[in-house]
């Protein structure tokens, strides 16, 4: 096929193009080449003639978000329409990235795709307005759903963990938000899957497993043999940032595990692949 992706720069896009370029031709687009934004971006879609589009540009700066809400719409909603229509005129499916800031965490267990969205935060509020767009103007889609993403091709919480670490003695890490990691070419792996089984729905996908931002930060030390460090649990009340984070937002993958026929590994197998890939990186 022939494969439009929008955002092919970012931390997810980087692994998704690479990973689909062995089987299918990859249109990747920056910002540069495609701004999602501006109204032309209906007929440049169009003029690429695409057998898919896959729109993973998005303003991902939950806090930046909340202090410029009309960007985050202007990029999240506008933006995606703008793509959804682009693929529309095209007459092919999407597939949209999303997020599990879609819920508010009172559920305390893991959330099915069925669940009611209700955002706490402008982010989760602006790519719940990007589902509805594409619900609305196409037939075929896949809209899927994913959670505190890192990898290697951008700035990611491992990475401001360690070097937090480097630099302090005591490191309190908010251990009171539970979520699902997810390595980035796990995800990028899954999403090749169901591009290619041609399944449209809305999937949540994720590593398997779930912690505590605090949980998560104490493996990552272990694993990178941090000893300088001393991390302390506190909790959202004592790290207040911008935007209202859910307490809980843990996705249950049992719609594309059965779909797929197969999980995806742990979030600790993962962060050790990621930590030797990162070393790799450094050392050139």
């Known amino acids: 096929m022939v494969i439009l992706v929008t955002g ?16 299918h031709r990859v249109i990747a687009l920056g910002r540069d080449e495609l701004d999602i934004t501006r109204p032309e971006t209906v007929d440049k879609v169009k003029n690429y003639s695409p057998d898919l589009v896959c729109h993973l540009a998005a303003y991902t ?10 960007k985050a719409f202007e990029v999240n909603g506008q933006g995606t329409r703008n793509v959804a229509l682009g693929a529309r005129k095209a007459r092919v499916p999407i597939l949209y990235l999303s997020t599990d800031y879609l819920f508010d965490g009172e559920k305390k267990e893991p959330y099915k795709e069925n669940d009611s969205p209700n955002p706490l935060n402008v982010y989760g509020r602006s790519k719940l307005e990007g589902e509805n767009r594409i ?17 290697v091709s951008g700035k990611n919480f491992v990475d401001t963990i360690l070097k ?26 899954a999403l090749q899957k169901l591009i290619d089984l041609g399944s449209f729905g809305v999937y949540h996908v994720t590593n ?41 937002s843990v996705l249950d993958n049992s719609h594309f595990q059965g779909v797929l026929g197969c999980s995806i590994r742990s979030w600790e197998e993962a962060l050790g692949d990621y930590m030797v890939m990162r070393k790799s990186v450094q050392d050139g």
């Open 61 to 70: 700066d939950v806090d930046g978000c909340e202090k410029n809400p009309e």
């Open 164 to 189: 937090l670490a480097e630099e302090r003695e005591v490191l309190q890490v908010v251990a009171d938000q539970i979520g699902s990691p997810t390595y980035t070419p796990d995800l990028a792996e």
């Open 135 to 151: 619900m609305e103007i196409l037939q075929d889609y896949y809209i899927v759903r994913s959670s505190w993403l890192f990898g």
């Open 8 to 23: 092919s720069k970012g931390l997810l896009g980087n692994d998704f193009c690479q990973i689909l370029s062995k089987n």
């Open 208 to 248: 398997s497993g779930s912690c505590s931002w605090f949980e998560f930060a104490r493996k990552a030390c272990e694993l990178a043999e941090v000893t300088n460090c001393r991390l302390e649990e506190t909790d959202t009340e004592r790290f207040p940032r911008p935007a209202t984070r859910p307490s809980y």
